[in-house]
């Protein structure tokens, strides 16, 4: 399984971004799907996650910003960012999960500027 984030970039404080994450097979077996992050000098965390219900949970940090969806149809995760803070600087990847296997995304740059 492949998975292609792209997305992301350079952004003032306060404005958006939308991540984007391709499979190159059918996304709705996958258990959960999700996007993590990981800052400079810090450890990789989770952002968002979708399960195949379309229940959605997200880190305290991004509630009431980030909103995650998936287009089951196109094999693609989405990940909407508003209101942009630049603690939100950082290389976002997506993450697809089913019963014991993981997989990866290689990893989108998304940098807030103050």
């Known amino acids: 399984v492949q998975l292609q984030a792209s997305g992301g970039g350079l952004v003032q404080a306060g404005g958006s971004l939308r991540l984007s994450c391709a499979a190159n097979?059918?996304?709705?077996?996958?258990?959960?799907v999700g996007w993590y992050r990981q800052a400079p000098g810090k450890q990789r965390e989770l952002v968002a996650d979708?399960?195949?219900?379309?229940?959605?949970n997200y880190s305290d940090s991004v509630k009431g910003r980030f909103t995650i969806s998936r287009d089951n149809a196109k094999n693609v995760v989405y990940l909407q960012m508003n209101s942009l803070e630049p603690e939100d600087t950082a290389v976002y990847y997506c993450?697809?999960?089913?019963?014991?296997?993981?997989?990866w995304g290689q990893g989108t740059q998304v940098t807030v500027s103050s």
């Open positions: 993450n697809a999960r089913q019963g014991r296997l993981e997989y």
């Open positions: 097979r059918r996304i709705l077996p996958f258990n959960v």
């Open positions: 979708m399960t195949s219900r379309a229940y959605s």
